[in-house]
């Protein structure tokens, strides 16, 4: 008896440590999970009348120098030197900070992180853009 309640202790101690807290879930609608480096980046595609447009969503939270933290996005297309896209910003709105980047192909990668320093240059393990879901009519 006691093994067992040793064990679902442990089970349980596994999930609430494995759990994703309810301040870091997606925006409403459908979001592709890019990225995370302690902060959880997000990103839907858009059809546009040329090529897509890539929204992306990174939840910050309320810790005192998240107000610093920008996000860094950018979209690269055959090798890192390729950026076809690019962004930083620091602007919020509910709890995310929002970007839209333009003239993507679907077998571009994408590249999300916090930008503390500066922006980096993308890395050659960027997200295929292929694989980011579109989004829903609320995003």
């Not at 997606?26 to 595609?45: E, N």
């Amino acid at each position: 008896m006691r093994a067992a309640l040793l064990g679902l202790a442990a089970a349980v101690a596994t999930l609430a440590a494995t759990a994703v807290p309810a301040g870091a879930q997606a925006p409403p609608g459908d979001w592709t999970l890019v990225r995370q480096d302690g902060y959880r980046h997000y990103a839907c595609k858009v059809r546009a009348k040329d090529d897509w447009r890539i929204k992306t969503a990174t939840r910050y939270t309320s810790r005192r120098y998240d107000d610093e933290i920008g996000v860094y996005a950018a979209v690269a297309r055959g090798s890192n030197r390729n950026v076809v896209a690019s962004r930083s910003t620091n602007n919020r709105e509910n709890g995310y900070i929002r970007t839209l980047l333009r003239g993507v192909e679907l077998s571009d990668r994408l590249w999300m992180q916090a930008a503390a320093y500066g922006p980096a240059e993308p890395w050659s393990d960027g997200f295929p853009v292929r694989r980011i879901v579109r989004c829903a009519s609320v995003a």
